[in-house]
């Protein structure tokens, strides 16, 4: 931002929520790169590669002798989600795929939410310096990438249908239930299948950024004290920031668990029949 003047508290919203992407170079691109929001998909990318490194450190790490810190703390995790994934899952062979990608999508968002936790100005402001301008840090906090994720839920829920019922079976499936097989209820069926498909998704979705985006704004007006100049504004900044990342730690984790389960249950739907 312009360092001749101090921003408004609304211009300093305004410039922490937006996105970097290049809509001011868009026109000169072969490709309107303008629609990516960069980087949302750098911190997303980068922590995903965080969490692969992190699952494989501790599987290539695991004995059979008295457990370390480390790799106590990820089996309480697997053991975690290997009892939700069975609670919900009853076929073991879709439980090997489901339930290390349950821990996965975990891990993921609790990393991306953790984000968060930063302090609000230190990442932009360590940008600027390298001439990026905007940055928005918390992935999750992006519609897109959230419902980027709940979409890929969508197309593993499909997959299982046809998978476990057969083109035909999940075929017939949509255009029966949930009022029957006659005919004229096959297109009030069908319809009531599309609306509950997208309805998950979006809802999938919509929960975990309506939340993140929450915090992250809350997160914002409180660095707003600190820019006050005054020793009350000072220590609001402090106290204010440090009791709600103290309770924002609690929605990060949750967060992340309720998404996790959602994709369990979900997956699990798609093993059942009407």
Same mark, same amino acid.
């Given at each position: ?9 609304? %211009? ?7 996105? @970097?992407?290049?809509? !001011? ?9 303008? /629609? ?12 995903? #590669?965080?969490?692969?490194? +992190? ?18 703390? $990820? ?11 069975? !609670?919900? /899952? ?16 975990? $891990?993921? /968002?609790? #990393?991306?939410?953790?984000?968060? @936790? ?11 310096? +390298? ?41 017939? %499936?949509? +255009? ?19 609306? %509950? ?10 929960? @975990? ?37 103290? +309770?924002?730690?609690? /929605? ?19 093993? %059942?029949?009407?």
């Amino acid at each position: 931002m312009s360092a001749e003047h101090l921003p408004t508290s609304g %211009e300093y919203i305004v410039h922490h929520l937006t996105h @970097l992407n290049t809509t !001011g170079e868009a026109q000169k691109a072969v490709i309107d790169w303008s /629609i990516f929001n960069i980087d949302s998909l750098f911190y997303s990318i980068v922590l995903g #590669l965080i969490t692969i490194f +992190f699952l494989w450190k501790a599987a290539s790490k695991a004995t059979s002798g008295v457990p370390g810190r480390f790799q106590a703390a $990820v089996e309480i995790l697997v053991e975690m989600v290997a009892e939700q994934a069975k !609670g919900v /899952i009853h076929s073991e062979q879709s439980r090997k795929f489901v339930a290390p990608l349950g821990l996965t999508v975990f $891990v993921w /968002i609790f #990393l991306m939410n953790a984000m968060d @936790l930063l302090p609000v100005d230190l990442l932009p402001n360590i940008g600027q310096m +390298f001439g990026i301008h905007y940055q928005r840090v918390v992935g999750t906090a992006d519609l897109n990438i959230s419902l980027g994720m709940s979409i890929s839920v969508l197309f593993i829920c499909l997959y299982y249908n046809l998978k476990i019922k057969g083109v035909n079976g999940w075929v017939h %499936e949509l +255009f029966t239930a949930p009022f029957g097989n006659h005919p004229i209820l096959w297109p009030i069926n069908f319809l009531m299948q599309l609306i %509950e498909f997208a309805s998950k998704t979006i809802s999938h979705g919509m929960r @975990l950024f309506g939340n993140m985006y929450a915090g992250e704004l809350v997160f914002m007006l409180i660095a707003l004290l600190g820019g006050t100049a005054t020793v009350f504004g000072f220590l609001g900044n402090v106290i204010a920031g440090s009791v709600w990342a103290i +309770f924002h730690i609690l /929605i990060i984790t949750l967060q992340a668990f309720i998404f996790m389960m959602l994709t369990l249950v979900y997956v699990g739907q798609a093993h %059942e029949g009407h």
